[in-house]
């Protein structure tokens, strides 16, 4: 039988609260874009971290009466799987957010204008080719068919939403403008300095620095943000 919960105790690390202890019982994410890891369900970004309801009730209310869009589309489901880079948007009231990473390596949304809300920032995963033309999987499930360009896994392009028109490309090379998304250096934003190219079967290594240190880590553990800085709003947090 499948659980559409989760015992607050049992929550990813990446999931943010306001208060662990209040409630033992927290909503499950239905399966979307995003890893269980790497997204959040609707209810718990509605009422634990913009205060939008108390109850489950009142965020199941409120989605059905207003409209709330995640990437400029309506949703109503309030396990909702809401990743890194989504925006959400509430036209009624004027806002408007994008989920990212803060210093603490949790998801959490922030402040964005309108015009910044339809706008979405996707790392390439992964290329391919469908009936003559170049297929880019994004690192927000989507999939995108371009004629033609010089795209690479572990790019970065921004796109609309949710025409899905490609905006801009930036390419990972040096000098390009990064967000960790993993490992124990996760939510920091830094500059690429180096880019390692082991041999087979060896992960790729990247330089990073930032504005107090330096440190290695894993290519994919990045995403490009920009090129000398980032090319939407986040928020910058430096580790001490």
């Known amino acids: 039988m499948?659980?559409?919960?989760?015992?607050?105790?049992?929550?990813?690390?990446?999931?943010?609260?306001?208060?662990?202890?209040?409630?033992?019982w927290v909503a499950k994410p239905n399966p979307g874009a995003h890893s269980i890891k790497e997204g959040m369900p609707a209810v718990l970004i509605l009422r634990e971290l913009l205060n939008h309801g108390n109850t489950t009730r009142e965020v199941k209310h409120i989605l059905h009466?207003?409209?709330?869009?995640?990437?400029?589309?309506?949703?109503?489901?309030?396990?909702?799987?809401?990743?890194?880079?989504?925006?959400?948007?509430?036209p009624e009231l004027k806002e408007y957010y994008r989920i990212i990473l803060n210093k603490y390596g949790k998801l959490f949304p922030i402040k964005i204008d309108e015009k910044e809300a339809s706008l979405k920032l996707c790392r390439i995963n992964g290329k391919g080719y469908y009936n003559g033309k170049i297929q880019l999987r994004l690192s927000s499930g989507r999939i995108i068919l371009v004629d033609k360009g010089n795209y690479k896994t572990g790019d970065s392009i921004l796109i609309t939403v949710p025409e899905q028109k490609i905006e801009k490309h930036f390419a990972f090379e040096k000098?390009?403008?990064?967000?960790?998304?993993?490992?124990?250096?996760?939510?920091?934003?830094?500059?690429?300095?180096?880019?390692?190219?082991?041999?087979e079967n060896k992960e790729n290594m990247v330089v990073i620095k930032?504005?107090?240190?330096?440190?290695?880590?894993?290519?994919?553990?990045?995403?490009i943000i920009g090129k000398e800085k980032p090319t939407i709003m986040v928020e910058e947090h430096e580790r001490k």
């Open 2 to 24: 499948v659980k559409n919960h989760l015992k607050r105790i049992a929550m990813p690390v990446t999931w943010s609260t306001k208060d662990k202890k209040r409630i033992i």
């Open 210 to 223: 930032t504005k107090t240190n330096e440190f290695e880590t894993v290519k994919k553990y990045c995403m």
């Open 65 to 90: 009466n207003k409209n709330v869009l995640v990437d400029g589309t309506r949703i109503k489901d309030h396990r909702y799987n809401i990743g890194l880079m989504d925006t959400m948007s509430i």
């Open 175 to 199: 000098d390009s403008t990064i967000l960790i998304t993993k490992g124990k250096n996760i939510g920091i934003i830094g500059t690429v300095k180096e880019i390692k190219k082991e041999k």
